[in-house]
Antibody
């Protein structure tokens, strides 16, 4: 069974940093591109970033460029999202998803709240 | 960025109804479109990819059609599990973008 479990969310002050993790199981992690998608409370879905199987090529949505960094550790079956210079508008549930273009499986999400 | 517009925003229906949801792209995305269903507090679930390909394990009551800028998701006979919010997503041009969602309610 494919499982994606996000962790690392929490309350952070504006300007702060956070690292999200996604633990993958039930499939050959190193064979799949991966992505992060977020959803502000009561709002729609917003694509953040994706990464190729070897971690060399990444893409980002414009509001995240320069502030967020996606990475992966295939030996640990894990995906990461490093978030810096966080703003109130970054408050959302963050989902990791299998796939680089469309998203075949999703985790349950981890909530990030940016507030003073 | 490519804008995805879904209609209606909310749809009231009953179990057994046939419903059709629409998604329009601001420019051609060929057939690079996916549909998802999301229930409250959960991650989305892939239903359709490449506009009309049914994801493995998804019931056959779901079907997708369209190309270019106009797409539809049809549920042939609404089941209790289908009362949820549906999103379309284009993956033709970066950044990937989603529609604002259609909520299907009783």
């Amino acid at each position: 069974e494919v499982r994606l479990v996000e962790s690392g969310g929490g309350l952070v002050h504006p300007g702060g940093s956070l690292r999200l993790s996604c633990a993958a199981s039930g499939f050959t992690f190193s064979s799949y591109e991966m992505s992060w998608v977020r959803q502000a409370p009561g709002k729609g879905l917003e694509w953040i970033s994706n990464i190729t199987t070897n971690g060399i090529i990444t893409h980002y949505a414009e509001p995240m460029k320069g502030r967020f960094t996606i990475s992966r550790d295939n030996a640990k079956n894990s995906l990461y999202l490093h978030m810096n210079s966080l703003r109130a508008e970054d408050t959302a549930s963050y989902f990791c998803a299998r796939g680089g273009s469309y998203f075949q499986f999703w985790g349950q999400g981890t909530l990030v709240s940016v507030s003073s | 960025d490519i804008q995805m517009t879904q209609s209606p925003s909310t749809l009231s229906a009953s179990v057994g109804d046939k419903v059709t949801l629409t998604c329009r792209a601001s420019q051609s995305i060929r057939t690079w479109l996916a549909w998802y269903r999301q229930k409250p507090g959960k991650g989305p679930h892939l239903l359709i990819y490449k506009a009309s390909s049914l994801e493995s394990g998804v019931p056959s009551r779901f079907s997708g059609s369209g190309s270019g800028t106009e797409f539809t998701l049809t549920i042939s006979s609404l089941q209790p599990d289908d009362f949820a919010t549906y999103y379309c997503q284009q993956y033709n041009t970066y950044p990937w973008t989603f529609g604002q969602g259609t909520k299907v309610e009783i």
